[in-house]
């Protein structure tokens, strides 16, 4: 079955720290990538996407992301996070003719002043 | 209002209760989404609605009935729900142009059965 793994729940970084957050899908075919944000008491919002062309895409807020098609991965990167990146991240992949999407189960950051 | 709206944000009901979901988008879409956000699982896509078809059940239990009136609405109607429905439910929308769609939420609704 088609799935989206992440492969960190929880991270705790300082200011300033570089950050990875791994993602993984087990999809043969082609795949539409996502990262979604959500803060505290917000909703879901998009981060970066990826369809077709350059692998690194870059995204709001500084982020970017890398796909790497041999690796089935679109692994999220900011070289230096700031408190207010303190939120939880969700990779997602888009399927089928409908772009239903499949979320990992997120990953939640902390991140320390 | 602009993007996915949401109402109510929190709804408490009893497992007898009868109530409904609300979701309205702003963005000119032709394609909403019901997905449900449990503690501790993945965000699970519900039901998906293209030009007002229903186009996706994604196995959910009869006891959740989505409508979709026009492409600006959506609604989840709700009855003899389970303790364990309780999670936030999460409306999306989208503009389908191939498979080049991107989805936007709105806020959700925290819904707690009783």
């Known amino acids: 079955a088609q799935s989206v793994s992440q492969h960190n729940h929880h991270v705790i970084l300082s200011e300033a720290a570089s950050l990875e957050l791994g993602c993984n899908y087990s999809?043969?075919?082609?795949?539409?990538l996502f990262w979604y944000v959500q803060y505290p008491g917000q909703h879901l919002q998009l981060l970066l996407k990826y369809f077709s062309g350059d692998p690194l895409v870059k995204g709001i807020k500084g982020f970017e992301a890398e796909f790497i098609k041999s690796k089935f991965s679109f692994n999220l990167r900011k070289p230096s996070v700031q408190w207010s990146d303190t939120a939880e991240y969700f990779c997602?992949?888009?399927?089928?003719?409908?772009?239903?999407?499949?979320f990992g189960a997120g990953t939640r950051l902390a991140v320390h002043p | 209002e602009t993007g996915v709206t949401q109402t109510p944000r929190h709804l408490v009901m009893g497992m007898t209760n009868k109530k409904s979901l609300k979701c309205e988008q702003h963005l000119g879409h032709n394609a909403m989404y019901w997905y449900k956000q449990s503690a501790k699982k993945p965000l699970e896509l519900m039901f998906v609605y293209s030009l007002e078809e229903r186009v996706e059940n994604n196995s959910v239990p009869s006891r959740f009935s989505p409508e979709c009136p026009n492409s600006s609405h959506l609604f989840l109607h709700l009855h003899t729900l389970q303790p364990e429905d309780s999670a936030l439910y999460l409306c999306a929308s989208s503009q389908r142009t191939g498979r080049t769609d991107t989805q936007y939420f709105g806020p959700g609704t925290r819904l707690t059965v009783l």
């Open positions: 997602a992949a888009s399927l089928g003719g409908y772009n239903k999407l499949i």
């Open positions: 999809y043969g075919g082609t795949v539409n």
